[in-house]
């Protein structure tokens, strides 16, 4: 007995290591995809001091976003509904077998979508490849007679591997990680942390190759204050509120999304008035990126803008997933964050000097995402990781974490 769990234990150490490199890989070639379709629709490339394509002719990002409204929704129809339905990654916890071709081609439309101005988040696809991967490998080993893993064991392959997805594109191991354990798994143990963390650091070392280690986004004020407390205070609960919300919201958008031929028209016009607003505020595209970058250099003069910018990145994006495009709610969450909490500051600046509109914007990012996601530590080390936040910022974020996410629990309970 003894024998056999050392094997296993073997087996599970050598397929971390190579599903790191291959989920690495798949995401780097993702993020290579990506810039690819900015620089073909777009004409820009995008990078944490431009993430919006403010520099194109407003005409060429209406066309580009329709141009790819168009061409996914004849994917996704294609794929719904004249071949096996691509399987999402809970379907393949529960045993169900995702079909390669269909998935690398769901995964690719997806990026595609975003590269072209798409209002989704893009994390999915990277985290829908590595599972997909960590399944085909399970199926190899199996096929050569090698030491059979348990269930439990083949479940934290792939959760891992979904979550090293994400590690590779943000350049973020320890969300990866919790991701993995927090999220899917929901078993935060020593031996899984240790196979999603080794996954992730693998597959993120492998995405740096080609994006190095810079910040995903800029932050001009890294040193958080006291007065970033009487900030939380206030902002928490609402971003909390805000979170639940949002989580409803999509939630409904997914369970009524649009499979069948309406998606041939639906998703076009969702394109359309994605571009129509792009034609003044080129921030509404992609995943949200631009919209967080744009809270967190805010001033005065921006405040009517990020209020409105909040709420149509709230309506765009779960209208488009309502209208049949996959994709992720992560970074779209912390755009909406980021605006709600760069509003809030310019606010309270007026009455309480020194605060900071840039940490402001974080903290609500932060704060709004773990409440729509459910998922506090995952929210935490995300924000940490991908703006390269000092210690400093720490107590705040956790704080403020912690009371969105017990509002938000209260709000979804309702």
């Known amino acids: ?31 290579l995809f990506l810039d690819l379709v900015e620089k ?13 394509p403010v520099g194109t002719i407003p005409s060429d990002r209406l066309f580009s976003v329709v141009i790819g409204a168009i061409v996914v929704a004849l994917i996704w129809w294609f794929l719904r509904t004249k071949t096996k339905t691509p399987v999402s990654i809970k379907k393949a916890l529960n045993g169900e077998q995702m079909p390669f071709w269909q ?22 696809a990277p985290r829908e490849a590595g599972a997909l991967f960590a399944q085909k490998w399970d199926n190899l080993l199996q096929k050569l007679h090698v030491p059979t893993l348990s269930q439990s064991d083949r479940r934290l392959l792939m959760t891992a591997a ?9 350049i973020a191991p320890f969300t990866g990680m919790l991701f993995s354990v927090e999220v899917l798994l929901k ?38 204050s006291l007065i970033s407390f009487v900030l939380i205070f206030i902002l928490a609960p609402i971003t909390g509120i805000a979170g639940a919300l949002f989580r409803k919201l999509c939630q409904w958008a997914e369970g009524h999304q649009t499979k069948n031929n309406q998606i041939l028209w639906q998703l076009p016009a969702m394109g359309l008035i994605t571009g129509l607003i792009a034609l003044i505020f080129p921030e509404i595209m ?11 250099n805010s001033s005065q003069k921006w405040m009517m803008i990020l209020l409105i910018g909040g709420i149509l990145k709230v309506g765009v994006t779960a209208l488009t997933i309502r209208a049949g495009a996959s994709g992720g709610t992560l970074t779209p969450s912390i755009a909406v964050g980021g605006a709600l ?13 020194g605060i900071s509109i840039g940490q402001g914007a974080v903290l609500g990012a932060g704060t709004l995402l773990a409440a729509s996601q459910q998922a506090p ?33 209260k709000v979804l309970s309702d």
């Open 1 to 31: 007995m003894a024998f056999n769990q050392y094997k296993e234990n073997i087996v599970l150490a050598v397929s971390t290591v190579v599903l790191g490199l291959i989920v690495g890989l798949s995401s780097m070639l993702l993020g």
């Open 40 to 52: 073909l629709f777009l004409h820009y490339e995008e990078n944490a001091k431009m993430p919006a």
């Open 103 to 124: 998935t690398i081609l769901h995964v690719t439309t997806q990026i595609f979508f975003v590269g072209t101005g798409g209002s989704i988040g893009r994390e999915l």
């Open 162 to 170: 979904a979550g090293a997805g994400f590690a590779g594109i943000y």
């Open 187 to 224: 078993k935060l143990t020593l031996r899984t942390m240790a196979v999603s963390l080794t996954m992730s650091t693998i597959a993120m070392f492998m995405g740096s190759l080609i994006k190095g280690f810079q910040p995903y986004y800029l932050i001009g004020d890294a040193k958080f």
């Open 286 to 296: 992609g995943n949200g990126r631009s919209l967080a970058q744009l809270a967190i």
């Open 341 to 353: 909490g760069a509003v809030l500051s310019l606010i309270l600046a007026i009455w309480i000097p």
């Open 377 to 409: 530590f995952m929210a935490m080390f995300m924000l940490i990781e991908i703006c390269h936040l000092e210690s400093s910022a720490l107590l705040p974020m956790g704080f403020g974490i912690l009371i969105a996410t017990v509002v938000s629990k």
